[in-house]
């Protein structure tokens, strides 16, 4: 995951992107006294949504199972982050296996 300076596209976040090689997926603003193409909505909002699916589980692993990662070294952090993961597997899994099938 790479975090930029800003909720917007900028020439300094997308060389950011550009030296680490990756593809930018960071939403355009409109343009000063102009209406936003909708071109450009259509991908801001679809990328929105992506953006929400993803950081729903994020969420849900902070608030239900309280994660707060406060540990000392990178692998204590990699294999805590690891069990929240897996506990939310299970738990969707759980959640999906109890599901009727649809008729």
């Known amino acids: 995951m790479c975090k930029t300076i800003g909720g917007y596209r ?6 950011f992107l550009a030296k680490g090689m990756f593809t ?24 929105s949504a992506v953006r929400s699916a993803v950081e729903h589980v994020f969420a849900g692993q902070k608030h239900r199972m309280r ?9 204590r952090a990699r294999i805590k982050i690891g069990m929240a993961n897996l506990a ?5 899994l759980a959640w999906l296996e109890g599901r009727t099938a649809p008729a």
């Open 10 to 15: 900028s020439k300094k976040n997308e060389a």
């Open 24 to 47: 930018s997926h960071i939403h355009q603003k409109r343009q000063p006294r102009r209406p936003m193409p909708e071109r450009i909505a259509r991908a801001n909002a679809k990328r």
């Open 67 to 75: 994660l707060v990662v406060r540990t000392i070294g990178i692998a």
């Open 88 to 92: 939310y597997n299970f738990q969707r």
